[in-house]
T-cell receptor, first 113, second 111 residues
Framework: DTEVTQTPKHLVMGMTNKKSLKCEQH?????MYWYKQKAKKPPELMFV???????INESVPSRFSPECPNSSLLNLHLHALQPEDSALYLC????????????FGAGSRLTVL | GQNIDQPTEMTATEGAIVQINCTYQ??????LFWYQQHAGEAPTFLSY????GLEEKGRFSSFLSRSKGYSYLLLKELQMKDSASYLC????????????FGQGTTLQVKP
């Protein structure tokens, strides 16, 4: 299995809703990432988990809450989002931190109304 | 911090060769990556340089000069399916796995 699977593919939510994005990989990778990508812009790093511990938080607002339940799963919990948070959220994994190739999932396209 | 510069857009003809440049300023890095991203899809890995020189992978090659803060991606025998965004990215000098992307170059291949 050489894929990173993200669910849901599309999500529409109101500003008062609570929802979660999920990411799964079975490549034995020990680093997992969340990126945010707006239209016609590059992916922007949000969080990095290394060996199931949060190693990087790029000053992301607390309305985004990451969770890494085990080495194969990565969640992003969403609460009280703003319309400007609408974007493509990409999950990625790599064998470990450092200069490793990232494998990206297809993304979850989020629309906040 | 890191600053990565790429041309915003390029156009080339099917069958031709195109070179996409990337210049950067950084206090140190472990590796320079090139990713391809088709509209609405995930980025996919193309090439990686950690040492100076040329890395060749089929129709794609990538070059790095650390002393000049410069890299390029060379695409040969262009095909229509090569129309995509090409992203230059750096990892930091600390072993954190932090991969930072440039703005990307949108390549349009014309018949």
């Amino acid at each position: 299995d050489t894929e990173v699977t993200q669910t849901p593919k599309h999500l529409v939510m109101g500003m008062t809703n609570k929802k979660s994005l999920k990411c799964e990989q079975h490549m034995g990778h020990r680093a997992m990432y969340w990126y945010k990508q707006k239209a016609k812009k590059p992916p922007e790093l949000m969080f990095v988990y290394s060996y199931e511990k949060l190693s990087i938080n790029e000053s992301v607002p607390s309305r985004f809450s990451p969770e890494c339940p085990n080495s194969s799963l990565l969640n992003l919990h969403l609460h009280a989002l703003q319309p400007e948070d609408s974007a493509l959220y990409l999950c990625a994994s790599s064998p470990a931190g450092g200069a490793n190739v990232l494998t990206f999932g297809a993304g979850s396209r989020l629309t906040v109304l | 911090g890191q600053n990565i510069d790429q041309p915003t857009e390029m156009t080339a003809t099917e069958g031709a060769i195109v070179q996409i440049n990337c210049t950067y300023q950084t206090s140190g890095f472990n590796g320079l990556f090139w990713y391809q991203q088709h509209a609405g899809e995930a980025p996919t890995f193309l090439s990686y340089n950690v040492l100076d020189g040329l890395e060749e992978k089929g129709r794609f090659s990538s070059f790095l000069s650390r002393s000049k803060g410069y890299s390029y991606l060379l695409l040969k025998e262009l095909q229509m399916k090569d129309s995509a965004s090409y992203l230059c990215a750096l990892t930091g000098s600390s072993n954190t796995g932090k991969l930072i992307f440039g703005q990307g170059t949108t390549l349009q291949v014309k018949p």
